[in-house]
């Protein structure tokens, strides 16, 4: 995002929750709701750190979107694309990355939501859909989080990242306090390495490309 940023595109963010369930709570002694509006913080503070375009974090159940109306998720995301126009939309792999299940509903969803607009052409569509993933390279057998790559060849995007976009990164993941200790255990740009990788939906280019915007 940083790097979009810097070059001066326009990035939104869209969550469906507030993640008020993680299992962090319990150390801090708070409810669900408390701590959904202690993360919903550390998100402003993400997207000042960052300086998004913009930002809308929706209240779907956290850890729960496998048991909501996926008609409704897909109307919630439907709704913030019709009305952002993105060129490029970006969601989580199908295998999340993490198998996390509101990760696997939250590819299920916006893929549909994409091949829809696509073919009932309802408004402005999408003119890529991208997903952001790990290399086979990618250090992902140590930590405490069991954490899964895409296949090599399925990577259509190599996007190099420079000391300044790394920089971003971590001024923003240091905005997650109540997670500091995970983030710290889980080593995520690190293990990402110097360039963010994008799996990148009916497309497929040999080599990657360095751009998420080229040819668009």
Do not use: N
Request: proline content about 6%; aromatic content about 6%.
């Amino acid at each position: 995002m940083a790097r979009q940023l810097r070059e001066g595109h326009e990035v939104h963010l869209l969550t469906l929750t507030r993640g008020g369930a993680t299992k962090e709570r319990h150390r801090l002694g708070l409810t669900v709701e408390e701590m959904g509006a202690v993360r919903l913080r550390e998100m402003e503070k993400v997207r000042e750190a960052l300086g998004l375009t913009g930002m809308e974090v929706l209240d779907f159940t956290d850890s729960g979107l496998k048991h909501e109306d996926p008609l409704e998720l897909e109307a919630a995301v439907e709704q913030a694309v019709v009305r952002l126009e993105p060129q490029v939309l970006v969601t989580y792999p199908v295998h999340g990355i993490s198998g996390f299940h509101d990760h696997l509903v939250s590819h299920a969803v916006v893929k549909r939501v994409w091949c829809a607009l696509h073919r009932y052409g309802k408004g402005p569509t999408p003119d890529r859909l991208a997903f952001f993933t790990f290399p086979e390279s990618a250090d992902l057998e140590s930590g405490p989080h069991r954490l899964q790559a895409s296949p090599d060849p399925e990577i259509d995007c190599r996007l190099p990242l420079d000391e300044v976009d790394l920089s971003a990164g971590r001024r923003a993941l240091e905005c997650y306090e109540t997670y500091r200790d995970v983030i710290e255990a889980a080593r995520p740009l690190e293990r990402m390495g110097p360039e963010a990788c994008f799996e990148i939906f009916r497309e497929s280019h040999s080599p990657p490309l360095a751009d998420l915007t080229h040819g668009l």
